[in-house]
């Protein structure tokens, strides 16, 4: 947590509601995202419990597995997801716009147009908290390697069609929501943390219920005594009346509700498989139970979703916004494309290049993420400034200078700026001009403390001519930012084809596809867990 | 195991602990206990009240604050079914993981270790702790006797003198290898997946298993007759007294599946740390001089909740967030540090940034230049606040105005 960061919680502390973090929203926000909440069976890795999803508030879907252990109602439950989700992720692929390149040949020298199609539009799914990216995750790890009937040898438990594609769409999801600054899969508190802080701490932070308390404590309550309530008050069955937003359910919830249910569910299913047909419709009697069971613990959270988005169109989108939600289209389109092409499912590690071409990607986004928040929001470079990374004032006195050690006099104006920010950076230090009509570099030319002022010397971006084109050097009055760190974040140095990964690095990837195979074989033949009931 | 009992109070500081508990029953530390408290060593009413062996969890409902704990049956379920597994059919599951992957020395190693196995029958009566202790003490030493021989201890238990007073530890398993070395074992229900676990559940397993073999250390030094307090972790000592071995094993499901696999873990380090905590545990006595004359905490009906407020308030706590996830009280010294207005309720990192101002006040009219903060004028955390609060007004005041000139600036040079 940096010292700003603090004081707003401080501040919160003494005012008793979230104070913001951010001036601008900070990650794209499709019109219509897939709001999920996704919950876990408790003591399985993984296992599915329930899921309520949709894009209308007014209409979610349930989903639910009245016996976690069975794997049959497991599959049939993935499979249900899979008919909900598939059509949605799939629905962008269609809308293309073709983006042409031109590309030297590196044989020929040859210069060629390279198209490359880039979908209009991406899917976006917003889930609870991490721990909801996490089960995602899993569930993605668990099915993308299943066989199905369809396969030549499907094996003893061949799971339904489109499950290993749902497995293969979260695993890619889950990579997506890993770098800094995507917006494909997004966790409710890491949205609201980022914009809001709260006067309690970040770990406090993940239970949303707790979270929105702060937000938009109820009236005559303060953010503390609303988070307390959500986290602790309990109905007269001794249960929450603020339900975990996932993927856990409360223990008390479990013993209490959930576990009776189960329990009577699995004697009705006995009755009707030992033939005694006594009540035909006892069985989805008991199921209908457990699906209101998991409904009432499932709609606050979903409720408290959409108040959340609510909460967060309230501010403005950032500028880079588009920028950035484009790299999420390219990911999309990639992946549709490596589905279209008949890849193999996402390996369970990745080979040396593909792993450090992820990181060198993630470094670079998080550089870009920063810098661009930066750019768009005040208070985010006010914590560059409190750092001594960046300045800012108010321009109060432009003298022109000149560079006469070449052939003609180059344009080399000094501007003053008064401001009490203290750059941590010698005279002479590159800085860079952040909002400024174009890139801009200059360098720290003096600094007056008595004064309150700062002088930097503008060396580029002015034109060629003698005299600096109009607008390209600020005027007394004029806000500027200078920061010592560049706005754009730097490539990394190239990294080697797979198929060329050198010996040191444990050579060429075995690409024979025989990976998936084995992992799905070893998982179909012992997934223990329906023997063990 | 919470409900090992430890007998009657014997030594003098027993004797005081038993009074602040004021005659309800002693809760034994378990290892998870004696684990938790390297996590927040600075606390003294957890040290206090763990050491009394007070339930804390009564505790705090009576003090208005429940703690939120609490296991789902169906995770129990599993987590109990899974180690049924790993220890059934004479351990053969466990076994074949201990063969795999701990490595013996020659002539023990070869790929068809045939030696033989033996699980002793220990006494299970948890009424009988003492007997269990022996039979344990009795097992290990027979198989130290007998090198060449697996013998699998199953749920035995060991003690550990802490700060004067007894306490009793229950492994899930301890292997004596042929080559007569003890290796404990933990069955935990988290899945190791595609080769890694959640760290912070591992770092959990090896504080465990460090107690663990820190008490088997113990309890070998006392069977070879030598003294195992001045050991570090780090030094092994000679004999049969170096018998148990820092390497602990993890067993834990296979991916989705519930088969079993396994992984050695270095648990020197927790091993250190827990070391340190129990040696600071002796101070418990200064702890209790500290508590004014007749404190106790006894959670009798007759007593008022005032008193009881008054008495734990006696104990300095040292609250920080983390505590909601380990200690029962957390709710009860959340409330506490908020009342008065401490900084740390908002993480423990945030003590730092802001140097030596402790509370929210002070802290804030810092910010605000109020005078009379504590630091005195050169304070630099108050200045650095005082700096911070700036930019801050600046950037939400002036949020407007800066983007007009930016939007300006912008179309102006485009033209």
């Known amino acids: 947590m940096s010292l700003l960061t603090t004081l707003a919680r401080l501040q919160a502390v003494r005012s008793g509601r979230a104070e913001p973090l951010a001036t601008v929203l900070h990650r794209h926000l499709v019109e ?333 986004e998080q550089t870009t993420v920063e810098v661009q928040e930066a750019l768009d929001d005040p208070l985010a470079m006010a914590e560059h400034r409190l750092a001594g990374e960046a300045l800012a004032g108010v321009v109060v006195e432009v003298e022109a200078a000149y560079d006469t050690t070449g052939r003609s006099p180059k344009p080399r104006p000094l501007v003053t700026v008064r401001t009490a920010d203290r750059p941590h950076a010698d005279l002479g230090r590159e800085l860079h001009r952040a909002g400024g009509p174009a890139k801009q570099q200059a360098r720290l030319y003096g600094v007056d403390p008595g004064q309150g002022t700062i002088t930097v010397q503008l060396v580029n971006g002015m034109g060629r001519k003698k005299e600096p084109e109009p607008g390209s050097v600020p005027a007394p009055g004029d806000q500027v930012c200078f920061t010592l760190f560049e706005l754009t974040a730097r490539q990394s140095a190239p990294l080697p084809e797979p198929e060329d990964t050198p010996w040191t690095h444990g050579g060429p990837p075995d690409r024979s596809g025989t990976e998936g195979r084995t992992e799905g074989r070893t998982d179909g033949r012992t997934d223990g867990r329906t023997e063990e009931r | ?151 699998l201890l199953d749920h035995p238990l060991l003690r550990l003198d802490v700060a004067g007073s007894a306490v009793h530890l229950e492994p899930d398993v301890i292997a004596v290898r042929p080559d007569g070395r003890w290796t404990v074992v933990e069955i935990k229900s988290f899945p190791i997946l595609d080769g890694s676990a959640d760290p912070a559940k591992v770092g959990a397993a090896a504080r465990q298993a460090a107690v663990y073999v820190l008490a088997l250390r113990a309890t070998a030094a006392d069977i070879a007759g030598s003294d195992a307090r001045d050991s570090s972790p780090y030094r092994e000592p000679e004999g049969l007294a170096g018998a148990p071995t820092a390497t602990a094993l993890l067993v834990c499901p296979k991916d989705f599946s519930n088969r079993p696999t396994a992984a050695a873990i270095d648990v020197r380090k927790a091993m250190a740390v827990t070391r340190r905590q129990l040696d600071r545990l002796t101070l418990i006595e200064q702890l209790l001089d500290a508590l004014p004359p007749g404190t106790h905490v006894d959670l009798d009906p007759s007593r008022s909740d005032g008193q009881l407020n008054s008495a734990v308030a006696a104990m300095d706590a040292a609250y920080s967030p983390d505590c909601l996830a380990s200690c029962e009280l957390a709710f009860h010294c959340r409330e506490e540090a908020r009342c008065g207005g401490s900084v740390e309720a908002l993480g423990r990192g945030v003590r730092g940034e802001v140097g030596s101002l402790r509370t929210v006040d002070e802290a804030l009219d810092a ?49």
């Open chain 1, 32 to 364: 219509r995202p897939m709001v999920l909440v996704p919950l876990a069976a408790a003591g399985e890795a993984g296992a599915p419990l329930a899921v309520m999803l949709g894009r209308d508030r007014e209409r979610p879907t349930l989903l639910t597995v009245p016996q976690p252990l069975d794997r049959d109602r497991r599959f049939t439950f993935l499979a249900e997801l899979a008919a909900e989700l598939l059509p949605y992720l799939e629905s962008f692929g269609e809308q293309v716009e073709v983006l042409t390149k031109e590309t030297k040949d590196a044989e020929t020298g040859e210069k060629t147009e390279v198209s490359r199609e880039l979908c209009l539009d991406a899917p976006q799914i917003i889930v609870p908290n991490r721990g909801g990216i996490d089960l995602l995750g899993l569930l993605g790890r668990s099915t993308r390697f299943r066989r199905t009937a369809e396969d030549p040898d499907p094996g003893p438990y061949p799971a339904p069609a489109r499950v290993p594609l749902l497995g293969r769409w979260l695993t890619h999801l889950r990579e997506r929501s890993q770098v800094p600054g995507s917006s494909m899969l997004l966790a409710m508190t890491d949205l609201l943390g980022r914009h809001w802080a709260t006067g309690q701490s970040t770990l406090e932070d993940q239970h949303l219920g707790a979270l929105l308390a702060w937000l938009d404590p109820p009236a005559g309550l303060t953010g503390t005594e609303a988070a307390l309530r959500a986290e602790t008050a309990r109905d007269e069955r001794g249960q929450l009346l603020c339900p975990p937003a996932g993927p856990t359910t409360d223990p008390r919830f479990d013993s209490g509700l959930l576990a009776p249910a189960i329990t009577r569910y699995d004697a009705a299913r006995q009755l009707e498989q030992a033939g005694h047909p006594a009540d035909p419709a006892a069985v989805a009697a008991r199921e209908q139970d457990i699906d209101d069971l998991l409904r009432s613990i499932l709609l606050p959270v979903w409720d408290q979703l959409w108040q959340g988005l609510d909460l967060l169109r309230t501010l403005p989108a950032a500028e880079h916004l588009p920028e950035r939600w484009t790299g999420d289209r390219w990911s999309y389109t990639a992946h549709r494309d490596r589905l279209a092409a008949g890849e193999p499912p996402q390996p369970v590690q990745d080979d040396a290049v593909t792993a450090a071409r992820k990181l060198a990607q993630r470094e670079r």
């Open chain 2, 367 to 415: 910010a605000n230049g109020t005078p009379g903060d504590p630091g005195g004028p050169g304070d630099e955390a108050a200045a650095r606040l005082g700096r911070a609060a700036a930019l801050r007004a600046e950037a939400l005041g002036t949020l407007g105005a800066l983007a007009a000139t930016r939007v300006g600036a912008r179309t102006g040079g485009r033209e």
């Open chain 2, 1 to 151: 195991m919470n409900h090992v009992e430890t007998g009657e109070p014997r030594t003098p500081l027993e004797q005081r602990l038993a009074t602040l508990r004021g005659g309800a029953p002693q809760r034994g530390l378990d290892a998870r206990a004696l684990a938790a408290l390297a996590a927040n060593p600075g606390c003294r009413r957890r040290a206090v009240l763990d050491a009394a062996g007070v339930d804390k969890a009564a505790l705090a409902t009576r003090l208005g604050h429940p703690a939120a704990f609490g296991q789902s049956p169906f995770a129990i379920g599993r987590g109990l079914a899974f180690e049924r597994r790993v220890t059934a059919d004479g351990c053969t599951e466990l076994l074949a993981l201990l063969r795999r992957h701990l490595a013996l020395p020659a002539p023990y190693n070869q790929a068809d270790d045939d030696s033989p196995v033996e699980i002793p029958a220990l006494v299970t009566d948890p009424k009988r702790p003492a007997e269990r202790i022996a039979s344990t003490r009795a097992a290990l030493t027979r198989a130290a006797a007998r090198p060449g021989v697996w013998t």
